[in-house]
């Protein structure tokens, strides 16, 4: 499938410079390190070529792709789907039963997995897949592998993949422990480091704000500040667990839609944290670090630094979940009386102080939907927009996000249409099957 196909699928015009020279680094060489800031799009920039590696007639499974965390997993896969080159991909990942996982790749035949290390690891020792087909290697976030102490998994998954292989190594920091890497060991890497001179600075888009506070607790100033936003989403950044769940909990009780996200909750409700916010049915995810790479929302509009971050890359990390793909975006540091604002090189900060009257936290424009059926019932996006519009009576305008998943879906209403919505298709089958239709909500997500 020709690129310009492709770009046409997932709604772009063009390559940007990096992901151009990127593609054709990586299609030249046994093996490439792509270095490039967060946001930049580098998920798109190794899929290309990838997918390009692809044998459609070949049932073996030809490339893997190694992510540090499942929610990049999770978001490479989703970019692989759009980009609906008929491969067929999964995803595997912790918390959730492998053997589910090992009955959908017997099933399925990927011809690409894409992974975390551990998981990956497990279902090779046990043969449910073969690495014999294998000939790309894709190690995405590679110091964020390092940062987890994940290189032991990696370099023995590597010991596990035949020798004639594509390498790629790809980060957002230049590191010393990339010369050295196992990968590389018979053939020189060829490398873009997209991270020299400007290219190391936040998007150009990304305007810098200071918000002062005048608390110690700096609660009432963000809930000023979430509130000045209006409609727009944000992802709020904390520094620990027990943060995440105080600073959320009081902004519900203040009246702001929020989600959750942080490493201590179930997968199933960081997933439909995340499901929640991406869809636009809660307008503030409240997160720690763990979401400042693997979260890709083209369109969030800001990010706020309720506790500041560690260091400029920190910074780097979590700006890069907005301004993505040119769009526009702003970032907000908010500075309590015994803090002083950060000073980053290449970062200027002005101030922004939310003004009286503050308007009552907005309401979400969609509301999430839950559907008890899925991919193994042969449910589709077209079934659910069928159903909706046909027996719901909504028009295409009113549905949002559908994320449809083996044993269950979610879909996005319009949060004006929700309650009639429900009141047409109750008691109703789609697809000639019964199910629970019911809405989700934030709160009960993240119990």
């Known amino acids: 499938m020709e690129t310009n196909d492709i770009l046409k699928k997932l709604g772009l015009t063009a390559l940007s410079e990096m992901q151009q020279n990127a593609v054709e680094l990586i299609s030249h060489n046994m093996n490439a390190v792509l270095l490039a800031p967060t946001g930049s799009g580098k998920t798109l920039a190794f899929l290309l070529p990838l997918a390009d590696s692809i044998r459609t007639d070949n049932d073996d499974v030809q490339a893997i792709v190694l992510s540090p965390t499942r929610e990049l997993a999770l978001q490479t896969m989703t970019v692989l789907t759009a980009m609906k080159t008929g491969i067929r991909a999964t995803c595997c990942y912790g918390g959730r039963p492998a053997m589910e996982e090992h009955r959908k790749i017997a099933a399925l035949r990927p011809q690409v997995i894409i992974g975390t290390p551990g998981r990956l690891n497990d279902h090779i020792d ?9 000939r790309m ?3 995405d976030e590679f110091d964020k592998m390092f940062e987890l102490k994940f290189q032991d998994e990696v370099e ?15 980060s957002a920091t230049d590191m010393e422990e990339i010369p050295e890497f196992a990968g590389f060991s018979h053939k020189v890497p060829a490398v873009l480091n997209w991270l020299e001179g400007d290219h190391g600075n936040v998007a150009e888009g990304i305007s810098h704000f200071v918000v002062r506070s005048e608390q110690k607790d700096k609660l009432e100033t963000l809930d000023h500040l979430l509130r000045t936003l209006g409609h727009e989403q944000a992802v709020v950044f904390v520094n620990y667990r027990e943060a995440v ?4 909990n009081w902004l519900r009780e203040e009246g702001h839609s929020v989600s959750l996200f942080h490493g201590g909750l179930e997968q199933d409700d960081r997933e439909a944290a995340l499901a929640l916010f991406r869809s636009g049915s809660v307008n503030v995810l409240v997160s720690t670090e763990l979401s400042a790479r693997g ?7 800001n990010v706020i630094h309720y506790h500041l971050p560690a260091n400029r890359e920190g910074y780097i990390h979590r700006c890069g979940r907005t301004g993505r793909w040119e769009n526009g975006g702003r970032s907000f540091v908010i500075v309590g009386p015994e803090e002083s604002a950060p000073q980053y090189e290449g970062v200027e900060f ?11 936290p907005a309401k979400p424009e969609w509301t999430m939907l839950y559907i008890g059926r899925g991919k193994r019932d042969k449910l589709s996006k077209g079934d659910i927009v069928g159903f909706l519009c046909k027996t719901g009576g909504l028009k ?18 319009r949060s004006s249409m929700v309650k009639q919505t429900l009141h047409n298709i109750a008691g109703e089958k789609i697809k000639k099957m019964s199910t629970k239709i019911e809405t989700i909500n934030a709160r009960r997500s993240s119990k």
């Open 126 to 134: 046990k043969g449910n897949f073969s690495t014999q087909g294998v």
């Open 137 to 139: 290697l894709v190690v």
């Open 156 to 170: 023995n998954l590597l010991g596990k993949v035949p020798q004639k292989r594509r390498c790629v190594l790809v």
């Open 245 to 248: 769940e105080r600073t959320g």
């Open 295 to 301: 979260i890709d929302v083209p369109t969030l509009q």
């Open 350 to 360: 002005a101030d922004y102080v939310p003004k009286p009257p503050y308007p009552a």
């Open 396 to 413: 295409a305008s009113d549905i949002g996000m559908i994320d449809v998943r083996e044993r269950y879906a979610h879909v996005a209403v």
